[in-house]
Every structure is written in C-alpha cells, then in structure tokens.
C-alpha cells in the first residue's frame, strides 16, 4: 500500500484551528487510511491509503472542517507520495539546510498554485532572504542573525499565501525519514 504526506495548512498555528493529534488521528483511521501518524503538532500526517492524493487531500479537508471546529477559509491539505517529497529533498539548492547554525531554512510547499505565481508574492531583502524555485516548493533561506529584518513574514499579507504551506528544513528532512518506502 502506497505511503503518503499529507500537509495540513493552517491548524494549530497561534491558538488557532486547535486540532489535537490523537483526535485527528483517529478520524483519520475511521476514514479506513492505514499507518496513519503525525508528526509534532503543525499539521504532518503520515499515512497509507490504495487512494490517489488528491482524493486522500479531499477526505482529509472535509474531515476537518466536518468534525472539528475550524476557520474552514484558513484549511487546506496538500498530499505528496513519496517520489514527490523525495525531490524536494533531493532537488534542494546547492548547500541548502546544510548550515542550520547561521541560516534558517524552510520548504514552502505550494497549493494549487504555480512557482512563478508564488514567486511573486516574495521580495527577498539582500544579503538577508534568499529564495529557490523547486517543482511544487519554494525554498526559503533566511540569515539566522538578521531574522528580524526578513521579509518573509510579508508573505502572510499576500492573497497567494492561502496556496502555500511552510514547514522548516529540519522537519521536511524528518519527514522524509519518517515516510515508508
């Protein structure tokens, strides 16, 4: 049976959406997905299901939004089999998440939505923000020392961050580990 990530957007992010991980876990069960696990709180489930990923995304959200008391416009699921997060891991830029002492580094995984649309939503400020265009990701390096001055944070005030979910490297790289073969 073929494994899948699924990325929940929008739960469990500054008291908002509360989703606790056992009670989604098991709706998730009921819904007849295998191996289902999470991981940390933001919204990582791990699961098995003879389902594409799209329908798996489908049933997911719908779930959400039926069983649990959320800002439904906020919600949305992004389901990835294994060969999908494999290049997101494998395709990273050159040397990217390889220095977690002096750069931040996340995965901005995209939503029905196209990199060079997404793209436009960034306005990297030199010498601080870099950014990579991947195939369904954007991936984002920050200067750990000059957080504060980032623009990443600019992109929540963009329309086009509904279509984006974030996830550090360090938890994308779990992920992967995590992700049956």
């Known amino acids: 049976m073929p494994s899948y990530l699924a990325l929940l ?4 992010v500054g008291g908002r959406n509360k989703v606790p991980m056992q009670a989604l876990r098991g709706q998730l069960a009921d819904l007849g997905y295998q191996q289902v696990t999470t991981y940390i709180a ?3 489930v791990l ?11 489908s049933r997911i959200e719908a779930a959400l939004t039926d069983h649990f008391d959320l800002d439904d416009e906020l919600v949305k699921v992004l389901v990835l089999d294994r060969a999908q997060l494999q290049a997101v891991v494998e395709h990273r830029p050159d040397n990217f998440g390889e220095r977690p002492d002096l750069y931040h580094s996340d995965a901005i995984f995209l939503m029905g939505i196209d990199r060079d649309t997404a793209l436009s939503a960034f306005r990297p400020r030199e010498g601080i923000d870099t ?3 991947g195939d369904g990701v954007i991936y984002s390096q920050r200067l750990s020392a000059e957080l504060t001055k980032s623009r990443l ?11 984006m979910t974030i996830r550090s490297w360090k938890t994308t790289q779990k992920l992967w580990d995590l992700l049956p073969g």
Request: no cysteine; proline share 3%.
């Open 9 to 12: 957007r929008g739960i469990n």
């Open 42 to 44: 933001s919204g990582n």
């Open 47 to 57: 699961l098995a299901s003879n389902d594409d990923a799209a329908s798996i995304g």
């Open 131 to 133: 950014v990579w265009a």
């Open 153 to 163: 944070s600019a992109i929540a005030a963009s329309p086009l961050y509904k279509s």
